[in-house]
């Protein structure tokens, strides 16, 4: 015998997902480019005009990436005016769990009392917010589930070497939340592309604390768990396949460039944003940017940015919305959203 729940999933099947709910959280603690400065051999404005970075937010010893994937998860919720028991899936994009094993996604499920919603965590880095609503999408979309959290949450500062600073300027902390229900009208996500290429995982990567190379006093005290970074290699591909997979979107749901009123960029550096706005002839008055407040939060950038956006009336009914992504693995990936 089906249910009444299942007869009411399988007939929302097909219809695709839209964002109904978004919250962001991050750490109290501040490290602005002046306390960098004290810290390693490098200058406010040598940070700024590389970056675009002036600050960013610094989790405090005893803090950890559930607590502010929940505080952004319940604000996603509550905007979405639904009860947490009636998610019926948690995707937790994180490259900074809590720990390894529970996923921080069944974390955050129980402390949301999110009744037995399926739960677990993605590793796309920056990308990760971009997977997680891909996977949402299809699965609302297949009737399996009505109502998805999709959080990026990170606490980069854990696995940043305050003694290096080519990484130590550029990483932040923090966590955004997208609850996604059934789209009503043809709204919601119109297309999702997402991309890998492993051939590039040494560009972006932490070689140490895993299975490959287990944690001992030696590989911490070498800082092998340390995130290592090739900055200006990782740069021009950033560039590159953003804005291709930008207008592959784009292309699949009949759009072009101009027709987009807000577009939020993985916030990597303000230059990546500028040339990848650039490149998709994007006038920049759309596009969005946040890089100065909260650096690049990996995972949490896009729905962090995306709440900033929603509450400064960025976004209204029928706009094209474009978010683009591009991280360590390397990962890429669009979406493309009618609000
Ligand atoms: N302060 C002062 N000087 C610095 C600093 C610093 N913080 N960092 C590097 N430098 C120096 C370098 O040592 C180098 O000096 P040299 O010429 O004497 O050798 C010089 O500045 C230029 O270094 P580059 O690395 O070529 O600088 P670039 O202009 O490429 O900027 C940056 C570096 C900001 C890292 C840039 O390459 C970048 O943003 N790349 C993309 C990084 C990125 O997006 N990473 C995240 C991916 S997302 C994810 O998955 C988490």
Redesign the pocket.
């Known amino acids: 015998m089906i249910g009444k729940q299942e007869v009411r999933q399988k007939l929302m099947a097909n219809t695709n997902a839209a964002i109904l709910g978004t919250g962001r959280a991050y750490p109290e603690g501040i490290l602005t480019n002046a306390d960098l400065e004290r810290m390693?051999?490098?200058?406010d404005e040598?940070?700024t005009s590389?970056?675009g970075i002036k600050q960013r937010h610094k989790a405090s010893e005893g803090e950890y990436t559930s607590q502010f994937a929940v505080a952004a998860a319940r604000q996603a919720i509550e905007r979405a005016r639904i009860d947490p028991g009636e998610v019926g899936l948690i995707i937790c994009a994180t490259v900074t769990p809590d720990q390894i094993l529970p996923s921080t996604g069944c974390l955050i499920q129980a402390e949301l009392g999110a009744n037995r919603a399926a739960a677990f965590d993605i590793a796309a880095?920056?990308s990760g917010f971009l997977y997680g609503l891909t996977l949402a999408n299809q699965l609302i979309r297949s009737g399996q589930t009505r109502y998805a959290l999709v959080i990026g949450a990170e606490i980069l500062s854990r696995y940043v070497d305050y003694t290096d600073?080519?990484t130590c300027?550029?990483f932040g902390d923090g966590a955004g939340a997208a609850l996604l229900g059934p789209a009503e009208d043809g709204r919601g996500i119109l297309a999702t592309r997402i991309y890998s290429d492993g051939r590039y995982a040494e560009q972006?990567f932490s070689p140490g604390g895993g299975t490959r190379i287990p944690p001992t006093a030696e590989t911490l005290a070498g800082g092998l768990h340390y995130f290592k970074?090739r900055?200006?290699e990782?740069?021009k591909v950033?560039v590159r396949s953003m804005a291709d997979v930008s207008r592959e979107v784009l292309d699949e749901a009949g759009y072009q460039a101009d027709d987009v009123k807000l577009f939020i960029p993985?916030q990597?550096?303000q230059r990546?944003t500028d040339a990848v706005a650039q490149k998709l002839k994007v006038d920049e008055s759309i596009v969005y940017s946040n890089i100065a407040m909260h650096g690049?939060t990996?995972s949490a950038s896009i729905p962090i940015a995306l709440d900033e956006c929603l509450e400064m009336g960025k976004v209204g009914e029928g706009d094209l919305v474009l978010l683009a992504s591009?991280?360590?693995g390397v990962t890429w990936g669009a979406v493309l959203l009618k609000w």
């Open positions: 390693v051999e490098t200058s040598w940070i590389r970056t880095a920056c600073r080519s300027v550029i972006l970074m900055g200006n990782l740069f950033a993985h990597a550096n990546i690049n990996s591009f991280g360590g």
